[in-house]
Structure formats: C-alpha cells, structure tokens
C-alpha cells in the first residue's frame, strides 16, 4: 500500500458530515479506513472502536469524528429553518453562510441576512446571535417539511482549498486532521514491519458536546495508556503567541494537570531524538479536549495530548499546515514503537 497523499485524505474526512449526535456518516468514512489495519466496529454511542492484538500494554489512540454544526428545531410559516447550535459554533460568523442540511436527502442553504441598507444604525456592529439565525432553503412551510424534520443537522460549507505553505484549508479540519493523523501513524507503523505492543483505535463521537464518546470508548478499551490527537490553535492575528502554536513548526506536545507529565517528556525526547519537529503546548487547567475525559476513565488512564495547530477553529475556513499532521503521526508512531521495544 502506498502512503497517503495526506491532502487527499484530508478532504475526504472533510467530506463527510458527522455534526455532534449523528455521526454515521463520518463513522462510515473512518471505517473504510481503518478497517485496513484492523478490525473494527461502532460501539453504543456511535464510536469507531478497532483492536490490534500486542504484547505488553495496551495504548489507545484517540480523534474525534463530530463536528460543530447546527440542530434545525423548526420550520416557521414562511418555510424558514431556526436553528441551535451543536457544539461550539459561533454566531459572529453565520450571517450569509453557506450550509447543509442533512435531512431526507442532502438539501443546500444559506443563513438569511439583513441587507445593509435595511439594518438600524444600532445593529451595524452587533454580532448576530441564534436566535436570530434563519436558514433559507427556498422552500414554503409545506414543502420544506416533506424534506426536513427538527433534529437534522445542519453543517457549514466552504471550498476545500490548497492555500501557500503547505496549508490547506476546509470545514471540520477539528477534527479530522486527528483522525488522519492516526491513520496515517497506522501506515506508518504497518510499514515499519515491527511488532508493536496492543493498540486501541477510538474515532470518538460527542467530544464537541462535552466528551461523553471518549469517556464510553476509554472505559471499554481497559487502556493503560492514552496519546489523544485533537487541534489547538495557531498564531494569528489577536491570538496570543503564548497560547498558540506555530503553522508549520510540528507537533503541540501538551503539559497539562491532566496530563502524565512522563509521557510528554518522552514525546519530546523522542521528537529531539527523531528530529520530528515539535513545540510546547503548556495548560495550568483542563486542556479542553478527550484527554479531560480519558484520564479519569476507570481506574484512571495515563494520558498525552498531540495536537495540530489550526487557525479560524470553528469555522468554515479552518487552516492547517499538513507537515504538522505529519508530524503528529510520525511522533505518535515513534512513542509506540519505543513503548512497544520496552516491553519486548
């Protein structure tokens, strides 16, 4: 098999919706995937959930599948769909999007807007909230009800584009580029030819409505260890340069209270050793991702945190570099192959 065109594979994930609660179509895609390196299945919540047998510990590997997006919760009488957030969508960049909705069948829509010359002075400079967010599908009451009911998703459209730099841009790269990272650290330790100590795969659902899919997942896999791969954000204009990370400069190695502080030492040893790039990723609290949940699982789960820096999070024109997914893969691998030879 050859290596992924990691761009390729990006887009493809992208592809799929998945928004928070009804992940089938994002499992479906993972599926196809990791089904090549073994075998898998969903669990009670949604979960893609894969087993590869090994000597010595059990380490699990965990993305999530969701992404943010909407909840249509009625069809008002003029045939407009109101709507609720689903996970962390932001209401400052909804007017005039372009969206999906999963109904029936895939239907395309755009998020009503108030032209300019009709808006009050008042209201120039407010940022939209969801109460006030209409999606138009050019549909009356009548019609569009045969074709959406309260509770399809709705998710955010944007060309899938290759940007300057190795960048690339598209909707859900959080967290997609986690997911491709671990398919991609599988390739990599499938083509080193070595055994590896016991691996547990979870594509996790829910993580975007508090993590409830990583927290079933990590009880079910009895790991004794856990490397989560999630986004964290990226130098931009008003982001701090203290809490992001650089597009382009490696994997995010955490250090959070969350987190077991031996492990990311050995990730950074290991990245200094395999001149993987990297760069800190330093939290005094909850690191806001599956790791939050994973630790606590159980009896308590060792836990690390990759992650890839991503601009616009949230949105539908999420930035990542993809040398730094490549990197969190090749770190990844790298921990598993030395955690696999310690235990040989």
């Known amino acids: 098999m050859s290596d992924y065109n990691l761009t390729e594979l990006l887009f493809d994930l992208c592809s799929a919706g998945g928004v928070s609660g009804d992940e089938g179509d994002a499992a479906k895609k993972a599926i196809e995937y990791l089904s090549e390196y073994m075998p898998c299945e969903t669990d009670a919540l949604g979960s893609v ?18 992404r943010i997006g909407l909840v249509v919760t009625y069809i008002d009488d ?3 769909l109101r709507v609720a957030k689903c996970g962390g969508a932001d ?3 909804m007017s005039a999007s372009e969206v999906t909705v999963w109904g ?3 239907i ?10 009709l808006s009050k002075k008042d209201e120039e400079d407010e940022a939209a909230d969801f109460d006030s967010v209409y999606i138009d599908i050019g549909m009356s009451k009548e019609k569009a009800s045969e074709f959406v009911s309260p509770g399809d998703r709705i998710t955010f459209n944007s060309p899938q584009s290759q940007l300057l730099g190795g960048c690339i841009t598209s909707p859900c790269l959080d967290d997609r580029a986690g997911v491709a990272a671990i398919l991609r650290c599988l390739q990599i330790l499938k083509n080193s030819g070595r055994e590896t100590c016991g691996l547990t795969v979870l594509f996790s659902v829910q993580e975007e409505t508090g ?22 954000f990226a130098r931009a204009p008003g982001v701090k340069d203290e809490e992001a990370g650089i597009p382009g400069g490696g994997a995010m190695v955490g250090f959070a209270p969350a987190l077991d502080n031996t492990m990311s030492e050995t990730l950074v040893s290991l990245a200094e050793k395999n001149n993987i790039k990297y760069q800190y990723d330093v939290m005094g609290s909850r690191t806001g991702t ?8 159980a009896g308590g789960v060792k836990t690390a945190l ?24 090749q770190l990844t691998a790298a921990y598993i192959l030395e955690r696999s030879d310690r235990d040989a």
């Open 49 to 66: 959930t894969g087993r590869k047998e090994g000597k010595g510990v059990n380490i699990l590997l965990d993305a999530h599948i969701d």
């Open 78 to 80: 003029s045939g407009f």
């Open 91 to 93: 209401a400052r960049v």
């Open 104 to 106: 029936k069948k895939k």
């Open 108 to 117: 395309y829509g755009v998020v009503s807007s108030i032209p300019p010359h």
């Open 211 to 232: 993590g409830s899919g990583a927290l079933a997942g990590a009880f079910s896999s009895n790991a004794d260890e856990a490397v989560a791969v999630d986004v964290g």
């Open 290 to 297: 599956n790791c939050d949940e994973i630790s606590t699982s």
């Open 306 to 329: 990759l992650s890839i820096p991503l601009r616009n999070m949230h949105t539908a024109v999420e930035v990542v570099n993809v040398d730094d997914v490549e990197a969190v893969a």
